[in-house]
């Protein structure tokens, strides 16, 4: 079997895309694939667990609890400083969270690419703008809240699902940090930028800016951004060459709020530029995590409470981590032929 062959033989939401990018099917057998994300496989499974009110697990970053404290509350300021404390990239802990409620159940089905148009997904939607509220402050879903991680997200996701998030992008815009980024701790006194955060940050901003064609200065934001990336060469610090975070060097998936090389290579094939110079030590990376048999594996898994597996845990082969290599390469080497 090949490695295409042994995409194929998968879940509808890893063999449409491989029949997109890898294969060159054409497009009616992509979209009659793609069609089946949200109703076999993964994509039917997790919307199955959505609840009556559209959200999953009760909440839109946490699972609701029994006895969840009132917004406004010491309680929900002590429950926020958790929530804090799970997506601030650089504070020590294990990284374990759920992973189980609205906001990364619907990027999970993103990643899917599951029909945004389908009846399911509309109707999903529509349930979460009106049901779903952010633990920080109570806010509607769409409108955001106070970190830039999360509003990422929710661009990300406002573009993907056809919702207004113009608003979030603005305060996203005014938010970035003078060397170009953006830090989750910013509300804090945060004056240096994260890789983890900017990331969130420039996916959400290149979806917004595809769905609407942006502003101007959504687009420099996002550019700004992208050069904070390429001066680090991805993972290197700036001022003395040395790798970051070892952990960016293994690649996992779903990545959640977390940053990897793979993730910031996918980044760049997604915005359709050729190859910035300062990549080609990423990418030289990402070939030398290829396995003799033309797959790549799965790595780094970050611990938490989830839904179902995807695969068969780290250090055994990924499909996803196979397709997301083969297609950033497939994007490097194009532009690399004379």
């Known amino acids: 079997m090949t490695v295409l062959e042994w995409l194929l033989d998968s879940d509808p939401s890893i063999r449409w895309q491989a029949l997109r990018d890898l294969a060159g099917a054409p497009a009616d057998v992509v979209a009659a694939e793609r069609a089946r994300v949200a109703t076999e496989g993964w994509g039917a499974r997790l919307l199955g667990l959505r609840g009556e009110d559209g959200q999953w697990a009760g909440g839109a970053y946490f699972p609701a609890h029994s006895g969840d404290p009132d917004v406004g509350s010491p309680e929900a300021a002590a429950a926020t400083d958790r929530r804090d404390d799970a997506v601030g990239h650089d504070v020590p802990d294990d990284g374990s969270q ?94 240096v930028s994260s890789l983890a955060t900017t990331i969130n940050v420039l996916e959400g901003l290149l979806a917004h800016e595809r769905d609407t064609g942006g502003s101007a200065e959504s687009v420099g934001a996002r550019r700004r951004g992208e050069e904070y990336l390429l001066e680090r060469k991805l993972f290197r610090r700036k001022s003395n060459g040395e790798v970051i975070d070892p952990a960016w060097l293994d690649f996992t998936f779903p990545t959640r709020w977390h940053y990897d090389v793979l993730r910031a290579l996918e980044y760049f094939r997604s915005a359709g530029d050729p190859p910035d110079p300062r990549v080609a030590e990423a990418v030289e990376l990402l070939r030398s995590k290829g396995q003799p048999d033309g797959t790549w594996l799965l790595e780094n898994t970050h611990p938490g409470q989830i839904h179902f597996e995807l695969e068969d845990g780290d250090g055994q082969p990924s499909r996803w981590n196979t397709l997301r290599a083969l297609r950033v390469l497939q994007w490097y080497e194009y532009a690399a032929r004379p």
């Open 98 to 191: 759920p992973w189980t409620a609205t906001t990364y159940s619907l990027l999970l089905l993103r990643d899917f690419g599951v029909d945004p148009e389908s009846a399911r997904m509309r109707q999903t939607v529509a349930l979460v703008r009106d049901n779903c509220h952010w633990e920080e402050g109570g806010q509607p879903y769409f409108t955001g809240e106070v970190e830039p991680c999360i509003n990422g997200m929710t661009v990300a996701l406002g573009a993907y699902f056809d919702q207004d998030v113009d608003g979030v992008v603005a305060r996203l815009v005014s938010g970035q940090l003078e060397d170009g980024g953006w830090n989750c701790w910013a509300e804090y006194g945060a004056v």
